[in-house]
């Protein structure tokens, strides 16, 4: 890769800047018209809005904690996950599709199709299935980006994504599944005679 001034990478930063109110009006359409990105630009942009989106889901659920923490892991969590779905596209597409595209292309596309999944992942405390309308909506952009730049078969991509949307659905529902199961056995641990068994402990450590 060539070298890039820091200077260099702020102006192309705003110029990449620009694009974004763009997708934002009209996701379908954005997916179409994909800025070529050079490394520097699109992983700073991602890792800024990955943060972004992290902060925000912690400032709302007040957790100081992960404030702090998600400041490395939000962004570090969005390459390795691009990375790894951008890879799984790239061989894919050759083994599925014949067809050959850049690896930067399709992270780019990988990036953008994730606006929507991030974004919803800020509220999905308080309402969870919001989190699968985010992945559905991504899937939707991933097709469309890539039966236009790479004419790709879109009935056959389509069955493909379906597939993928419908093993992130069972995931999800046994995540749910199990985050009720605990938080019911805790609920269920904690009645009045244990809280005044523990109330007379902490009075007895207290005493002594």
């Known amino acids: ?20 109110p763009h997708f934002f009006k009209n996701p379908v359409q954005g ?64 083994a599925a599709f014949d067809r050959e595209a850049p690896f930067r292309g399709l992270y780019l596309h990988c990036v953008f199709a994730a606006i929507p999944l991030q974004i919803s992942y800020i509220v999905t405390k308080f309402f969870p299935p919001v989190n699968l309308l985010g ?28 597939g993928l949307f419908g093993a992130y659905s069972i995931w999800w529902c046994f995540q749910v599944y199990t985050a009720t199961f605990r938080r019911e056995g805790l609920k269920q641990r904690a009645t009045p005679e244990s809280l005044d068994i523990l109330e007379k402990e902490l009075n007895n450590d207290k005493g002594d």
């Open 1 to 20: 890769m060539s070298t890039h001034s820091w200077t260099d990478i702020k102006i192309k930063l705003k110029e990449a800047a620009l694009a974004l």
């Open 31 to 94: 997916m179409k018209d994909i800025p070529d990105w050079d490394w520097p630009t699109l992983l700073i942009l991602q890792g800024a809005f990955a943060l972004a989106c992290g902060e925000l889901k912690n400032l709302i659920e007040r957790d100081i904690f992960g404030f702090f923490v998600d400041i490395v892991v939000s962004p570090l969590a969005a390459y390795i996950v691009t990375g790894f779905v951008a890879g799984l596209l790239f061989y894919g597409l050759k």
């Open 135 to 162: 992945f559905a909506v991504a899937m939707y952009l991933l097709q469309v980006g890539l039966v236009h730049r790479y004419q790709v078969d879109k009935p056959r991509l389509k069955k493909i994504l379906f």
